[in-house]
């Protein structure tokens, strides 16, 4: 049994694949499981602890992969349950843990349950594993209630029985009703089946969501109009009962041994909030999205480390530190565009984007920071080869839902999905042998491909590789943090025997004594510079 306190989630380097777009072994231009088995030595090479697979289940695809029918398979696009055991094998023998995307807060309306309460009408039990409603006005025609979707337009659609169904997102996304016990005790066999298979954990998608106000009550709009942000003041997030459906999962995976580990996407306005998700008895870990959402200022980020061990800490949590994911602009991207703009996540304002030189090395330089910060990090697939914001996609070959729905007015998150660039040259820069590709890639991608940077010590890869490297080596991840400078434009700290210098500032600045053990720019013996991080051996 692990001690309290070591357990390998609370340090680890957690991978994001991305399936349909990390790697395609039949070539039909989508990412499989074969496909990722065949490039699990990238990862061990890079020395990730753990991969975090972005759904895979079988799903009509409306929401790529989101949009769950069922949960207890994979979808043939991706492959095979045979295919995930040896994935999942593959990865144990090379010491990396995996963990399975869980979308709980909706199916897909392919689902069998939801087919079912289309056909059992109005008042039926099938219905009540979801949320229906009657409609208000004559005759019911207008929604329930003013509750929009996050992918535009109202959260309620009408059937023609007149009854209307609430999808927080898209219309094919049907939510689930959490005060239906059924719900319930599917899910927590749904839990059992893959913890049965061996998944180390679950990375659980909008756990903020699912319960929602009973009542189904107006979400009130403030005084400048606007519906508020994303914590409390939303009836259909961040709900008292919530908590207990969490309280409910951690007993259930406290049953197996290996120490598996639940995560939560929980987009919310204070870490105070998100701390709500990792109290002791609910889930091991909870996406900082604060830090993400922080531009490239000193003083801020100085604020939200602090404020991220001290909140986490307070509830006996690890923080996280996570840069990029798959809903979010490619951070070396984001963080070079103008401030107001940084930390507007979801798709960039423009086509246009910052100068590419400036964006890597500030990109670099943000994930030298982060990977020596201590508690648990994630990587987005790619970033590892400083893969860019891609704008350059025809409208016509956009995927994304938002896009869709709200007519091309939300540019949508289809820059940071696209697929891999493995080779240099050849089909599809080695993504497959075909050259087929869901989403087009654009020209000049194979410079920024694994092979290109693979002999280069200069590469973004070999940054990646050291920075793993020495994380493990002088134990930063399980570490502590002692600032040693605490205002002006450089971030200078102590965590172990490394000391860690983030120049965000306009000028040099001298390196203090010690041996360089790796910086994101520049040469060894010269001044620190600017968007550069160095780590010394004190």
Known sequence: ?????????????????????????????????????????????????????????????????????????????????????????????????????????????QHAWFQEALAAGPGSAARGRYVFAKGKGRGGAQPPNNWPSFFGGPAWTRLPDGEWYLHLFDSSQPDFNWDNPEVREEFRDILRFWLDRGVDGFRVDVAHGLVKDAALPDRVVDT???????????PYLAQPGVHDIYRDWRALLDTYDGDRALCAEAWLPTLEQVALWVRPDEMHQAFNMNYLGTPWDAERLRHVIDESRTVFGAVGAPPTWVLSNHDVIRHPSRLALPEEEQSEGIGPASKVLPDPVVALRRGRAATALMLALPGSAYLFQGEELGLPEVVEIPDAARQDPRFIRTAGAEYGRDGCRV???????????????????????????????????AGDPASTLSLYRALLRLRRAHGLGSGDLEWETDEGDVLAFRNGDVRVVANLGADPVPLPPGEVLVRSGGRAADPLGTDETAWIRV
């Open 1 to 109: 049994m692990t001690t309290p306190g070591s357990e390998w989630w609370r340090t680890a380097v957690i991978y994001q694949v991305y399936p349909r777009s990390y790697a395609d072994a039949d070539g039909d231009g989508i990412g499989d499981l074969p496909g990722a088995l065949a490039r699990i030595d990238h990862l061990a090479d890079l020395g990730v602890d753990a991969v975090w697979f972005s759904p895979f289940m079988p799903s009509p695809q409306k929401d790529a992969g989101y949009d769950v029918s069922d949960y207890r398979d994979i979808d043939p696009m991706f492959g095979t349950l045979a295919d995930f055991d040896a994935f999942l094998a593959a990865a144990h023998e090379r010491g990396i843990r995996v963990i399975v995307d869980l979308v709980p807060n909706h199916s897909s309306d």
């Open 224 to 234: 400048s109009g606007q519906m508020g942000g994303l914590g409390n003041e939303a």
């Open 419 to 453: 697929p891999m660039p493995w080779t240099a040259g050849g089909p599809a820069f080695g993504f497959n042998d075909t050259g087929a590709s869901w989403l087009p890639q654009p020209d000049g991608w194979g410079a920024h491909s694994r092979d290109a940077q």
